[in-house]
């Protein structure tokens, strides 16, 4: 079974402009949750989608957002990037509506912004 | 304010060693404890979850535990090996609403297993 794939894995952007990352959960899997992870703050969570729906949001400025597909497959966008927004973005995907099944991470997109 | 927090933040043991990672919890209002290894470079992979009606659970040479009423929870590694280096990563999931993929990180155990 595959697993949690992302792509890109890296990408280098400038101040200001908007980047798109996206993320192909698990076969079955029909929550999706998106996680930002830098040095000094660790890993936070961004947000969560099921059936197209945000269903939880972090503490993220508005230029954060996401978006799930009806196949499950999301999305997130960043606009006017900014120094910090450098980090390791982590999708992670597990059974909707289970409230114990253990969440499963793909390997992240680098992004770094210059 | 629903924090983890992990102790230490790193640890050397020579290859064969027994040991435990700790993580504590602000809010015993969980549904669940997740722990995490992260390899650099590299996303996380689930190592164990306890549920919150769970004292533990293990597998292999891990075994996890978790003490609601004191917000504890220990990660312990028998007969570490060099393949164990890695970041060791607490997650509870507090409870409230139903998301369920919302999990509260700690900083991390840098574990390094030397032959």
């Known amino acids: 079974k595959a697993g949690v794939t992302q792509t890109p894995r890296y990408l280098i952007k400038t101040r200001g402009q908007q980047v798109t990352l996206s993320c192909s959960p698990i076969s079955g899997h029909r929550s999706v949750s998106w996680y930002q992870q830098t040095p000094g703050q660790g890993l936070q969570f961004l947000f969560e989608?099921?059936?197209?729906?945000?269903?939880n949001k972090g503490n993220f400025p508005g230029r954060f957002s996401g978006r799930q597909f009806s196949n499950s497959r999301s999305e997130m966008n960043v606009s006017t990037l900014e120094l910090g927004d450098s980090a390791l973005y982590l999708c992670?995907?597990?059974?909707?509506?289970?409230?114990?099944?253990?969440?499963?991470f793909g390997n992240g997109t680098r992004l770094t912004v210059t | 304010k629903q924090e983890v927090t992990q102790i230490p933040a790193a640890l050397s043991v020579p290859e064969g060693e027994n040991l435990v990672l700790n993580c504590s919890f602000t809010d015993s209002a969980i549904y669940n404890l997740q722990w995490f290894r992260q390899d650099p470079g590299k996303g996380l992979t689930s190592l164990l979850l306890i549920q919150s009606s769970q004292r533990e659970q293990t597998s292999g040479r891990l075994n996890a535990s978790l003490d609601k009423s004191s917000g504890r929870s220990t990660l312990y590694i028998a007969a570490s090996q060099p393949g164990d280096s890695a970041t060791y990563l607490c997650?509870?999931?507090?409870?409230?609403?139903?998301?369920?993929?919302?999990?509260?990180f700690g900083q991390g155990t840098i574990l390094t297993v030397h032959p």
């Open positions: 989608y099921f059936s197209e729906t945000q269903r």
């Open positions: 992670a995907s597990s059974v909707a509506g289970v409230r114990n099944s253990p969440l499963h």
């Open positions: 997650a509870v999931n507090y409870a409230g609403g139903t998301s369920y993929g919302k999990l509260t």
